[in-house]
């Protein structure tokens, strides 16, 4: 008897819990800095037409991952210019920088450099690791983002379980990057 009440009782709340979604913050990732495109675009590098990167992925412009075949979705003909690709990559940066944005507590201040640095290394490890991060755990815990972005973004040098140079050589970038200091805030932004 008291089981059939609670199932009885369970299931009538159950519409009730899928009847309101969840509220998602309207908040926007800021815009990058020009510091920070231009080390996206060096450690990149310009590819008019697609090819495979150093582990293999068809990328073209400045480090856009093909999803489709030939780059299919890549609205400029090929070959890119630099001009198309700056823009392509412009378009493919709103996705980090929602990322950094979304994924770090609203306690979180970051100063234009370090937001670039952030956003630099999601674009380059994409942003499922950004989220389930060390780095961006620590952030949230009330770290200094200095120490955090020091101690944590040069473990990210791997691609295919084998340590790259390039990403050394960019994770030192990043880093040198948010070392660099500005009086420009990026985060948090008002929601």
């Known amino acids: 008897m008291h089981a059939k009440l609670l199932v009885t009782f369970g299931l009538a709340l159950l519409p009730s819990a899928f009847a309101s979604?969840?509220?998602?913050?309207?908040?926007?990732?800021?815009?990058?800095?020009?510091?920070?495109?231009?080390?996206i675009k060096e450690f990149e590098g310009f590819v008019p037409k697609p090819e495979p990167d150093p582990i293999g992925l068809p990328t073209v412009g400045y480090g856009h991952l093909c999803k489709t075949k030939g780059c299919g979705e890549v609205p400029y003909p090929f070959p890119l210019t630099k001009?198309?690709?700056?823009?392509?990559?412009?378009?493919?940066?709103?996705?980090?920088?929602q990322a950094i944005t979304m994924d770090t507590a609203s306690?979180?201040?970051?100063?234009?450099?370090?937001?670039?640095?952030?956003?630099?290394?999601a674009f380059n490890v994409g942003n499922g690791n950004v989220a389930s991060s060390t780095l961006i755990k620590r952030l949230n815990k009330g770290e200094a983002a200095d120490k955090v972005?020091?101690?944590e973004l040069p473990k990210w040098n791997k691609a295919g379980g084998k340590t790259l140079p390039?990403?050394?050589r960019r994770r030192?970038?990043?880093?040198?990057?948010?070392?660099?200091?500005?009086?420009?805030?990026?985060?948090?932004?008002?929601?």
């Open 107 to 121: 306690s979180v201040v970051l100063n234009a450099n370090q937001y670039g640095a952030l956003v630099s290394w």
């Open 83 to 97: 001009e198309t690709a700056t823009k392509l990559m412009q378009s493919d940066l709103k996705s980090p920088q």
């Open 149 to 151: 972005i020091a101690e």
């Open 166 to 168: 390039g990403l050394t």
């Open 21 to 39: 979604p969840i509220e998602q913050r309207a908040c926007t990732g800021p815009a990058v800095n020009d510091a920070t495109v231009a080390l």
């Open 172 to 191: 030192k970038a990043e880093v040198d990057l948010a070392k660099t200091a500005t009086t420009v805030k990026a985060l948090p932004v008002e929601c």
